[in-house]
C-alpha cells in the first residue's frame, strides 16, 4: 500500500522569502503525486501533479515541485512567499489502477510579515 | 472551469439519523470517490466508485455507509445512523480516464451532536 510522509507539521517563514515543503512517498510502482492546499475550513485546492514527463512541475499561484525517484520526494517550492500562502499543504499519491489517493498528514505554512 | 459541487455546506443531525451528502460530479467523469477529513486530522479515503458498483473501500466504510448514483449525474454518500465520530469534513472527488481533471469539492462539514 502507499504511504506519504510530510515531515514537517509547522513551517514559519517570513513574506517574501522562500519556503520549501517535504514529502516522501512509498509506493512500489510509478507514483502519481499531487500537492493540494486547504485554507482553514476550505476544501482542497489543486497546485500541481505529477504523472510523467519533466520531474519538475510547474503549478498554480507560482509553486513548483521537482519529482526524484531516487529520494521517493516531491518537494514543493515557491522562490518567495505571500501572506496569502499561509494554509495547510497536503501532499498525495495515487496508484496507477484506480488513482485511489493517499495523503500525508500536511504542513502548515504561517507566514509572518 | 468545471467544478464537483457539493450540497450541503455544513450539516447539524444528531446522533443516531441518517445523512445523505450528495456531489455532482463533473458531468464526463467516470470515476468517483468520497474522502473525509476529521478536524486537525489528514485526508482518508473512503470509497471509489465506478460503473455503478463500489471499486474499492477503506476500512472505515462499514455497513453503516453506502454510496449510490441515482440519476446519473447525482453521487450520494450516506450514513444510517450517525455517530459522533462520524462528525468531519466529507469531501467528494471525479476524475476522468487516467487521472484526467481528479477535482476534488469543497466539502461537506458534518457535525454530529
Known amino acids: 500500500a502507499q504511504s506519504v510522509t510530510q515531515p514537517d507539521i509547522h513551517i514559519t517563514v517570513s513574506e517574501g522569502a522562500s519556503l520549501e515543503l517535504r514529502c516522501n512517498y512509498s509506493?512500489?510502482?510509478?507514483?502519481?503525486l499531487f500537492w493540494y492546499v486547504q485554507s482553514p475550513g476550505q476544501g482542497l485546492q489543486l497546485l500541481l501533479k505529477?504523472?510523467?514527463?519533466?520531474?519538475l512541475v510547474q503549478g498554480i499561484k507560482g509553486f513548483e515541485a521537482e519529482f526524484k525517484r531516487s529520494q521517493s520526494s516531491f518537494n514543493l517550492r515557491k522562490p518567495s512567499v505571500h501572506w496569502s500562502d499561509a494554509a495547510e499543504y497536503f501532499c498525495?499519491?495515487?496508484?496507477?489502477?484506480?488513482?485511489?489517493?493517499?495523503f500525508g498528514a500536511g504542513t502548515t505554512v504561517t507566514v509572518r510579515a | 472551469e468545471p467544478e464537483v459541487t457539493q450540497t450541503p455546506s455544513h450539516q447539524v443531525t444528531q446522533m443516531g439519523q441518517e445523512v445523505i451528502l450528495r456531489c455532482v460530479p463533473i458531468?464526463?467523469?467516470?470515476?468517483f470517490y468520497w474522502y473525509r477529513q476529521i478536524l486537525g486530522q489528514k485526508v482518508e479515503f473512503l470509497v471509489s466508485?465506478?460503473?455503478?458498483?463500489?471499486?474499492?473501500k477503506s476500512e472505515i466504510f462499514d455497513d453503516q455507509f453506502s454510496v449510490e448514483r441515482p440519476d446519473g449525474s447525482n453521487f450520494t454518500l450516506k450514513i444510517r445512523s450517525t455517530k459522533l465520530e462520524d462528525s468531519a469534513m466529507y469531501f467528494c472527488a471525479s476524475r476522468g480516464q487516467g487521472a484526467t481533471g481528479y477535482t476534488f469539492g469543497s466539502g461537506t462539514r458534518l457535525t454530529v451532536v
Open positions: 498525495a499519491v495515487g496508484t496507477a489502477n484506480d488513482y485511489k489517493l493517499s
Open positions: 509506493y512500489g510502482a510509478t507514483p502519481y
Open positions: 466508485f465506478y460503473n455503478n458498483e463500489i471499486s474499492e
Open positions: 505529477y504523472f510523467s514527463g519533466d520531474t
Open positions: 458531468s464526463n467523469h467516470l470515476y
